[in-house]
């Protein structure tokens, strides 16, 4: 709490729920899947595929946990066999831009990265003790 | 590869090597590691004792990481006892705003976040079962 009695939240304070949050959506798998529900609605065996190398449990996982967070909403339709969809909501809406950013930034600096893990693996250095 | 002969880079491939940038980038403790350093220079000691929860073993891993990416130097000053300083390089500088967007991100929307929690949490709903 503040003076103001508003609570204030900070995610480095590992016990703050908010701690939570930003390891949920500081994740690839959501910024993979944000980005794919970012245009249309989608199917799980869509998000499946287009999503290499997602595992179904892991992919069953991250849907729930973001649909429980108000991130994105599953709805299943009446028909044979049932079919079911997962879109944003308006919250999750607002992760768009964000998550998108990141993945645009990965791909734009991929080649320095690249450089600077070669540059750092060619030069040999002492072991290392703690430092404090 | 495109039309023109350039790379085209997807975080969607899980053999595409921006897929294990995102990973590192969209990383709790790279948001909360960078925005650390995104006002000044830090210790190991200072980073360890202001990201809560983070153990010795997972930050030593991190920084290696984040500095063979070319994200963060390692300095080493020739004092007794030696002292080893940690700053963005400017690379890692141009994550200062999109990280710290997901912390602000984060902070701001846990309320409604909480909220969808509760209501998830209360509807109990039949198992389910392979969604295609």
Same sequence: chains 1, 2.
């Avoid at 991130?71 to 909501?89: D, F, G, H, M, Q």
Wanted: aromatic share 6%; charged share 30%; glycine share 6%.
């Amino acid at each position: 709490m503040d003076t103001n009695g508003a609570i204030a939240w900070d995610v480095y304070a590992d016990t703050c729920p908010t701690r939570k949050i930003l390891d949920r959506i500081a994740d690839k798998w959501t910024v993979l899947i944000v980005g794919r529900l970012s245009t249309s609605k989608q199917r799980f065996g869509e998000l499946r595929r287009e999503i290499h190398g997602i595992s179904p449990k892991v992919l069953t996982q991250k849907l729930r946990e973001l649909e429980r967070d108000g991130i994105i909403v599953r709805r299943v339709y009446a028909s044979v066999p049932p079919k079911v969809e997962y879109r944003l909501t308006p919250l999750g809406g607002t992760l768009i831009e964000l998550l998108d950013a990141i993945r645009v930034w990965s791909e734009t600096h991929i080649e320095s990265i690249l450089e600077a893990q070669q540059v750092f693996d060619s030069q040999a250095r002492d072991g290392e003790g703690e430092e404090d």
